[in-house]
């Protein structure tokens, strides 16, 4: 089989990655041409897979329009004009297309009570059998936050490796990209109900770039997780104390010698913040920066993928899996970040126990 028809039957697994999301795929957008030279449905096919899902009304009324305003009238009649119209309609729905883009990264949530809660931020598991990844600690950390009160996670994105773009990496791996994602699915359900949100990253958008389909998003739809491409805006409430938290895979002003060096362009672009957090370098980091006199942390986890041919082949040493946690208190204005999970999650327990000790007294 040839790179290009393997590429392409890898990106027809995808689409199959069951039932439900082959159905969901009608609202991602594409045209009923493109999904077909994608996917290698027939026409009829996705036709069909669209009929079954909810009718988005002025996205098509808007598309149905255009598409008048390119076809000829019957024979006999002049071409109908209906830009006008079509221009209109998207002035309508401009306030509430922008308003949408950038209210959809903001995640507010709001705690009970007020004493301190964790946050761990995870990711680059780059999930795939035959890979050399840390699996007990994978396990472990995802068991540890799901069992600790008060700890919540963030997922950083790269939960898989998904080389569909790069043929020969996909032709090197021990396994596909719907195994991969089976996998990952399994791994969502060991943090039980402490996923505040997952976001993408790098690996996980090459199914839209080369596809136009989100995987992860389906994923996160069908399974009910809480899910913002790119990054997102965390504003927690705790007591009475508030809180904002940027959350992305990777950022502009990247060093390969100083971890650090993205945060700083970082709240130029998107700040402010208390807390900034990047993945996507595989090499764990917590720091500090000062911005208009307060104190910003700065966090970067490791990557569970120990080692890899892409990192043999640049001369990168093995890497190290880490999970920073962030503190947020709520009877108090107060961040504290810890690099270490295990240590984190025992000095949580003691921290909120002493608050309802405090509390009783």
Not at 305 to 320: C, N, V
Request: include cysteine; charged fraction near 25%.
């Amino acid at each position: 089989m040839s790179d290009s028809r393997w590429a392409a039957a890898q990106r027809k697994e995808i689409w199959a990655v069951n039932g439900k999301i082959l159905r969901d795929m009608a609202g991602a957008g594409l045209s009923v041409r493109r999904m077909a030279q994608v996917s290698g449905l027939s026409r009829d096919m996705v036709g069909r897979i669209m009929r079954e899902n909810a009718d988005k009304k002025p996205a098509k009324e808007l598309i149905s329009l255009m598409r008048a305003a390119r076809e000829p009238a019957l024979a006999g009649g002049a071409e109908r004009d209906n830009k006008p119209e079509a221009w209109q309609l998207l002035e309508e729905m401009q306030d509430e297309t922008i308003r949408r883009e950038i209210d959809h990264c903001t995640v507010k949530l709001s705690f009970l009570g007020d004493r301190p809660i964790g946050v761990a931020f995870v990711g680059d598991q780059h999930i795939a059998p035959g890979s050399p990844v840390d699996w007990k600690r994978l396990k472990r950390d995802a068991e540890t936050i799901c069992e600790t009160d008060g700890l919540y996670a963030v997922l950083l994105g790269d939960g898989v490796d998904n080389h569909l773009k790069h043929t020969s990496a996909l032709l090197a791996a021990r396994s596909d990209p719907t195994e991969q994602y089976e996998l990952f699915a399994h791994y969502l359900t060991l943090f039980g109900d402490k996923l505040l949100v997952v976001l993408s990253g790098n690996h996980d958008y090459w199914s839209h770039d080369l596809a136009g389909v989100d995987v992860l998003k389906l994923l996160c739809d069908r399974d009910q997780y809480l899910y913002t491409p790119h990054h997102a805006f965390l504003e927690f409430k705790i007591g009475k104390q508030e809180y904002r938290v940027l959350a992305r895979h990777q950022a502009r002003g990247e060093s390969s010698r100083n971890l650090g060096n993205a945060f700083h362009r970082l709240w130029e672009d998107l700040g402010p913040f208390e807390v900034g957090v990047l993945a996507h370098r595989h090499i764990p980091h917590i720091s500090d920066m000062v911005k208009q006199g307060s104190k910003v942390w700065c966090l970067r986890p490791g990557t569970y993928q120990i080692y890899s041919d892409y990192g043999r082949k640049m001369g990168y040493a093995p890497s190290l899996p880490g999970c920073p946690v962030a503190f947020f208190w709520g009877d108090q204005h107060r961040v504290y970040c810890h690099s270490e999970l295990d240590l984190a999650a025992r000095q949580l327990e003691d921290l909120r126990l002493a608050g309802d000790l405090q509390a009783a007294v």
